[in-house]
């Protein structure tokens, strides 16, 4: 699931998170409620795992109603995101990741509640209040990456764009996400996705391609940005991504809490705050804070009531004209700020510095079978947009598609009865095509072994 020094761990680091005053275990014990959401605190939650993730964060969402707009299960992880709304109509997000063991990560943004959730398999909480940072500090270093060609020259598959990211943690940086670095680098790479949606960008999408752990920590400046893909090296062999954030604890020696290509594909960011991942990838796609004198329309936006990702940074949007807020206000400027166009502008670049590989998927397998379905999963191909299923009406006819997806499962649909050949194929975002997985054979019905 991760590295750690080029090995592979499922390690919980709980540090902190273990040492719990008597006086606290017995008001956890005594209260269903856990401490005032306001300031850091740790409490124990009895049967973690017989509690419903709402239930887990609950009483840090009041009085906002959760609105969910994407659920999802990646690697075992339960991912749900979507946005708070308060009673006043304004909007905040909330970012859940449950694991099979009951653990949660969260990000919760709210008017008055921002910060970290944490809730270990043991039940052992504690909620991070996010720290204050001003992101409208110089933070983006310009010219030290070599850029793929704008969208216009590329001639790749069409849209929707899926962008892999290696998020790589120090020891020190996984200790302050709670001890799971995974489930929080899925909430860093959801709280884009969300913003995206918000933001109507629904042809783009970041998906996480592995997570390395490094024993080290790094200050927050750019001699650690231009070094980064030697720290995690391994990762970026490994797993081939398209972009590349570090996640590092604060040092003396910082000079902001993130730190950015623009463009680019590499960005680095205080562990500590789970929105300094969406700000910072952002300049990655190009762009800027608010809008200066001159300025084209790569820039966040505040309309005088709210403002925007890179620009305010009290919503979960990028900006984008055509989104209006509860005031019935724009949440941007077709002239001065649309980084919802910026993203889909840039999303072929983005999602195409993974180098696609000239050898065939692999591990492609049967998962259940239903009447004329065949649910099939494979094993991730560095560099791929998406995937094909092929099959054979007739085995004297030529191969035909069944079905495709973005992710490593899919379904081969309206297939015929009988037992038939179905194989795989990874499409990369440059319109490469993969040579032909294994072939499987498979008719719906047929009962797994």
């Not at 796609?285 to 990702?309: D, E, L, R």
């Not at 085995?395 to 598609?401: H, N, T």
């Amino acid at each position: 699931m991760f590295e750690t020094a080029g090995i592979r761990s499922t390690e919980r680091v709980c540090s902190a998170l273990s040492i719990v005053s008597l006086a606290v275990l017995l008001g956890a014990c005594a209260h269903t409620s856990p401490p005032d959401p306001a300031v850091p605190k740790s409490w124990v939650v009895e049967n973690v795992a017989s509690k419903t993730t709402e239930e887990l964060y609950r009483e840090f969402i009041k009085p906002g109603v959760f609105e969910r707009s994407s659920s999802k299960v990646i690697d075992g992880y339960t991912v749900e995101s979507g946005n708070l709304v308060m009673p006043d109509k304004s909007v905040g997000s909330l970012i859940t990741v449950r694991s099979k063991d009951g653990s949660l990560t969260a990000f919760i943004e709210g008017p008055d509640k921002r910060g970290l959730l944490v809730v270990t398999s043991n039940g052992e909480s504690r909620f991070s209040p996010s720290s204050p940072h001003d992101y409208s500090l110089p933070d983006t270093l310009q010219g030290k990456e070599v850029l793929k060609p704008p969208a216009s020259v590329l001639t790749g598959v069409a849209s929707p764009y899926v962008i892999d990211i290696l998020i790589g943690y120090s020891r020190a940086a996984v200790v302050l996400a709670g001890g799971d670095a995974y489930a929080n680098a899925l909430a860093k790479v959801e709280s884009v996705n969300l913003a995206l949606r918000n933001s109507l960008t629904s042809n783009v999408s970041m998906r996480l391609a592995g997570v390395q752990i490094v024993e080290q920590n790094y200050p927050m400046n750019g001699e650690t940005l231009e070094k980064l893909p030697q720290i995690f090296s391994s990762g970026m062999q490994n797993y081939n991504p398209d972009m590349l954030f570090g996640a590092f604890a604060p040092t003396p020696d910082d000079t902001a809490a993130g730190l950015a290509y623009l463009p680019g594909r590499t960005a680095i960011g205080h562990v500590s705050d789970g929105w300094v991942f969406r700000h910072e990838v952002a300049h990655n796609a190009g762009g800027n804070h608010c809008h200066v004198p001159g300025g084209s329309y790569n820039y966040g936006f505040k309309n005088g009531k709210n403002g925007t990702i890179l620009c305010g940074e009290d919503t979960p949007y990028y900006s984008n004209p055509n989104v209006r807020d509860e005031n019935g206000l724009p949440r941007g400027n077709s002239t001065t700020a649309d980084m919802a166009r910026v993203w889909r502008e840039n999303a072929q670049r983005l999602s195409s510095y993974a180098t696609c590989l000239t050898k065939p998927p692999t591990e492609f397998r049967v998962t259940s079978t239903s009447y004329g379905t065949i649910d099939f999963a494979w094993a991730r191909f560095p560099g791929a947009a998406k995937y094909e299923i092929w099959g054979r009406d007739n085995l004297l006819l030529p191969p035909k598609k069944y079905g495709e997806s973005t992710t490593l499962n899919g379904k081969a649909i309206n297939v015929p009865n009988g037992i038939r050949p179905y194989h795989l194929k990874a499409v990369c975002s440059d319109g490469t095509i993969s040579p032909n997985s294994n072939v499987v054979s498979a008719k719906p019905y047929e009962v797994l072994k």
